[in-house]
């Protein structure tokens, strides 16, 4: 089993910053990727990025690259995601999650999820 405890979201107005933390517990940190995804009210699931289990390697959608950015410490055993330029349309719950080995932008493919973060986005 591996835990995930998000923390860091809020509420920000159009154009600022958030980082949001992901701290994981139970199994070796460093056996499993990272995701973030977001769910907003009324939408379904949305894969936000991933990095992979040493951080060499980091996957994210064209809407968020330049603006977010995934990173991880292993030896704190906490997944990060930096959150700039923010806009009203990023207003959801973000999640962390943890697949063993690879990465993947399939919400499904997680084996663990954290309880999620609340981010608001006022224009």
């Known amino acids: 089993q591996v835990q995930l405890v998000e923390s860091g979201g809020g509420s920000v107005q159009a154009g600022g910053s958030l980082g949001l933390s992901c701290a994981a517990s139970g199994r070796t940190f460093s056996n499993y990727a990272m995701g973030w995804f977001r769910q907003a009210p009324g939408k379904e699931r949305e894969f936000v990025a991933a990095i992979s289990r040493f951080g060499g390697t980091t996957y994210s959608t064209d809407s968020m690259k330049g603006r977010f950015t995934i990173s991880r410490d292993n030896a704190k055993n906490t997944g990060y995601l930096q959150m700039n330029s923010l806009k009203p349309e990023d207003t959801a719950v973000y999640y962390c999650?943890?697949?063993?080995?690879?990465?993947?932008?399939?919400?499904?493919?997680?084996?663990?999820w954290g309880q999620g973060t609340q981010v608001t986005v006022s224009s």
């Open positions: 999650a943890a697949r063993y080995f690879s990465y993947s932008d399939t919400w499904s493919e997680y084996n663990y």
